[in-house]
């Protein structure tokens, strides 16, 4: 008997955005409450690449893009460790996939490694692609999550700076990603939509409480250095994780509609844990 883990395989997505929350908070925080001589450590000590008595502008500076790099590297993690959780997802699949054929011939094991290795060579968005198409495994914020990738690709081949490989079919750089909102309707019949940062909220009167995943977006222009601020990540974080969660239901309902049974450890209906 197969056994997958889905939650295992969650995991792996659910740890990067952890680690993402995590360490934004760490870094944000110790780059505002650096002193002068924090970027000091005491291994290799006997190395000087800086002189020890920078100016206060200099460590002031330093501080910010400090906070900076922290963000963007915070959504680096994100994005690759989403990357390797959809190629442990079409690796389950295609388990499944080879278990209702009922086949293992020589060939069969060839063309299984060869979709394995060409989908290890996809970016995030054909990954999603080959889900979709290949499995009909979905994520209805996956174009959130395609976005972040071009953002990605822009930290890490332009050094932030948007070129015009980073537009796609559109005139700016575009992130986008979904954040819980609370709305209702003034009197006159107008949309409320309240600040979730400031709470409590006082609705007009009379006004239902409403929630819903409202579009964020940060537009960059070619030469506009791309530059998230933490709370941004943090919003980021949150649409990753129903991302993820979007994709673990989707290759569930593939799974039932190949015939597997969803057992736990313990022998009970309906966990995450499929064995074929």
């Given at each position: 008997?197969?056994?997958?883990?889905?939650?295992?395989?969650?995991?792996?997505?659910?740890?990067?955005?952890?680690?993402?929350?995590?360490?934004?908070?760490?870094?944000?925080?110790?780059?505002?409450?650096?002193?002068?001589?924090?970027?000091?450590?005491?291994?290799?000590?006997?190395?000087?690449?800086?002189?020890d008595d920078l100016p206060d502008a200099?460590?002031?500076?330093?501080?910010?893009?400090?906070?900076?790099w922290i963000v963007c590297n915070g959504?680096?993690?994100?994005?690759?460790?989403?990357?390797?959780?959809?190629?442990?997802?079409?690796?389950?699949?295609?388990?499944?996939?080879?278990?209702?054929?009922?086949?293992?011939?020589?060939?069969?094991?060839?063309?299984?490694?060869?979709?394995?290795?060409?989908?290890?060579?996809?970016?995030?968005?054909?990954?999603?692609?080959?889900?979709?198409?290949?499995?009909?495994?979905?994520?209805?914020?996956?174009?959130?999550?395609?976005?972040?990738?071009?953002?990605?690709?822009?930290?890490?081949?332009?050094?932030?700076?948007?070129?015009t490989e980073d537009l796609g079919p559109?005139?700016?750089?575009?992130?986008?990603?979904?954040?819980?909102?609370?709305?209702?309707?003034?009197?006159?019949?107008?949309?409320?939509?309240?600040?979730?940062?400031?709470?409590?909220?006082?609705?007009?009167?009379?006004?239902?409480?409403?929630?819903?995943?409202?579009?964020?977006?940060?537009?960059?222009?070619?030469?506009?250095?791309?530059?998230?601020?933490?709370?941004?990540?943090?919003?980021?974080?949150?649409?990753?994780?129903?991302?993820?969660?979007?994709?673990?239901?989707?290759?569930?309902?593939?799974?039932?509609?190949?015939?597997?049974?969803?057992?736990?450890?313990?022998?009970?209906?309906?966990?995450?844990?499929?064995?074929?």
């Amino acid at each position: 008997m197969t056994v997958i883990d889905v939650d295992a395989i969650v995991n792996t997505a659910f740890t990067g955005i952890n680690r993402t929350w995590l360490f934004l908070g760490l870094g944000v925080n110790c780059a505002a409450a650096a002193e002068r001589t924090d970027f000091e450590i005491a291994d290799a000590s006997y190395l000087r690449l800086l002189p020890d008595d920078l100016p206060d502008a200099t460590l002031a500076e330093a501080r910010a893009e400090f906070g900076v790099w922290i963000v963007c590297n915070g959504l680096r993690e994100a994005i690759d460790t989403f990357d390797v959780f959809l190629g442990k997802v079409q690796l389950a699949a295609l388990s499944v996939e080879t278990w209702k054929a009922g086949v293992s011939s020589e060939a069969e094991v060839a063309r299984y490694n060869k979709r394995v290795a060409g989908f290890s060579r996809l970016g995030t968005e054909k990954r999603l692609t080959s889900l979709a198409h290949d499995f009909d495994i979905t994520a209805e914020y996956g174009p959130d999550i395609v976005s972040m990738r071009r953002g990605r690709n822009c930290l890490t081949h332009r050094l932030g700076v948007v070129g015009t490989e980073d537009l796609g079919p559109y005139s700016q750089l575009t992130l986008q990603w979904h954040m819980i909102e609370l709305y209702g309707w003034h009197t006159d019949g107008s949309e409320f939509v309240a600040a979730v940062d400031s709470l409590p909220v006082a609705f007009p009167e009379a006004s239902p409480v409403n929630m819903r995943h409202g579009l964020r977006e940060h537009k960059f222009a070619v030469g506009e250095r791309l530059v998230l601020l933490p709370a941004e990540l943090k919003e980021i974080c949150y649409t990753f994780r129903l991302a993820i969660d979007q994709v673990r239901l989707s290759f569930i309902s593939y799974a039932k509609r190949m015939g597997v049974q969803q057992v736990d450890r313990s022998g009970n209906p309906e966990s995450d844990v499929a064995s074929t």
